[in-house]
T-cell receptor, first 115, second 111 residues
Framework: DTAVSQTPKYLVTQMGNDKSIKCEQNLGHDTMYWYKQDSKKFLKIMFSYNNKELIINETVPNRFSPKSPDKAHLNLHINSLELGDSAVYFC??????????????FGPGTRLTVL | QKEVEQNSGPLSVPEGAIASLNCTYSDRVSQSFFWYRQYSGKSPELIMSIYSNGDKEDGRFTAQLNKASQYVSLLIRDSQPSDSATYLCAATREGAQKLVFGQGTRLTINP
């Protein structure tokens, strides 16, 4: 059983296109996250949702728009893709937001390549 | 100063030896600490978490936290080639689930 799943696993697209990445968790968690891991393997948080409500919005360009239709799903839409958006995007989830000790479980990642 | 800092390595250790991974952190993150392991092309997975000063052991892994020195480490005893991976140190702020990661240390265990 997959706990946190993402689609697609690979995404290759041209500059200027719009693309979406989908994430689903079946752990019953309240909180979900999007992380970006660059070519140097540095992992940085982008967004977090708790029960469909946006609670963390790091300094991310407006071209990135997360959407959470329900607490089991968190999607990431990216407009006008740029070369610098090429990275691996990880979705994660945790039981709750207020407890800083909750384990975050990561999805398999989506490798985005912008040509 | 970065919030969480690690030596990016690579760190090379012979099989069977102790691998020691280190991490320092700033005042901006000081509550809960985590070590994640990430194999090449895979997602991070949690190995250990530590919240209080001192040592915490789990099998071959020991996490050490020293809040006075703002230092957290991970020891891997009896290192195996399967331990070869990038190890990510992460910390959260009080009352928040915002994980801040270090840049990771690439560890290679040589048979």
């Amino acid at each position: 059983d997959t706990a946190v799943s993402q689609t697609p696993k690979y995404l290759v697209t041209q500059m200027g296109n719009d693309k979406s990445i989908k994430c689903e968790q079946n752990l019953g968690h309240d909180t979900m996250y999007w992380y970006k891991q660059d070519s140097k393997k540095f992992l940085k948080i982008m967004f977090s949702y708790n029960n469909k409500e946006l609670i963390i919005n790091e300094t991310v360009p407006n071209r990135f728009s997360p959407k959470s239709p329900d607490k089991a799903h968190l999607n990431l839409h990216i407009n006008s893709l740029e070369l610098g958006d090429s990275a691996v995007y990880f979705c994660a989830s945790s039981q709750a937001y207020t407890n800083g000790r909750d384990t975050q479980y990561f999805g398999p990642g989506t490798r985005l390549t912008v040509l | 100063q970065k919030e969480v800092e690690q030596n990016s390595g690579p760190l090379s250790v012979p099989e069977g030896a102790i691998a020691s991974l280190n991490c320092t952190y700033s005042d901006r993150v000081s509550q809960s600490f985590f070590w994640y392991r990430q194999y090449s092309g895979k997602s991070p997975e949690l190995i250990m978490s530590i919240y209080s000063n001192g040592d915490k052991e789990d099998g071959r892994f020991t996490a050490q936290l020293n809040k006075a020195s703002q230092y957290v480490s991970l020891l891997i005893r009896d290192s195996q080639p399967s331990d070869s991976a990038t190890y990510l140190c992460a910390a959260t702020r009080e009352g928040a689930q915002k994980l801040v990661f270090g840049q990771g240390t690439r560890l290679t265990i040589n048979p």
